[in-house]
């Protein structure tokens, strides 16, 4: 079992940055792909990032250039930097994490991003 917690969500303007972080707790990490999917209000769940164990990494297009995805395996933490801002990042985002060759997903609650115009 492992449980994904997000931290670092706020409001914005336009423009600006936040780097959200997913703390893992329990065992494993190290040979997960994790990533962050964002849903707005009234759409459906996207994914955002994916990186993979040794930090092969995939953006949608939308945030391309303008997020970055990492991970600490020794502190078994994930992150998401956000720069320029828009209004239409504004969504609920989720941690997600699943084992090579494994089955089973595993989800954080989700943090609120805001960005104002």
């Known amino acids: 079992q492992v449980q994904l917690v997000e931290s670092g969500g706020g409001s914005v303007q336009a423009g600006g940055s936040l780097r959200l972080s997913c703390a893992a707790v329990g065992s494993g990490f190290s040979n997960m792909n994790i990533g962050w999917y964002r849903q707005a209000l009234g759409k459906q769940r996207e994914q955002v990032a994916l990186?993979?164990?040794?930090?092969?990494?995939n953006y949608a297009d939308s945030v391309k250039g303008r997020f970055t995805i990492s991970r600490d395996n020794a502190k078994n933490t994930a992150y998401l930097q956000m720069n320029s801002l828009k209004p239409e990042d504004t969504a609920v985002y989720y941690c997600?994490?699943?084992?090579?060759?494994?089955?089973?997903?595993?989800w954080g609650r989700g943090t609120q991003v805001t960005v104002s115009s």
């Open positions: 997600y994490a699943r084992r090579l060759g494994q089955p089973n997903e595993y």
């Open positions: 990186i993979k164990p040794y930090s092969v990494t």
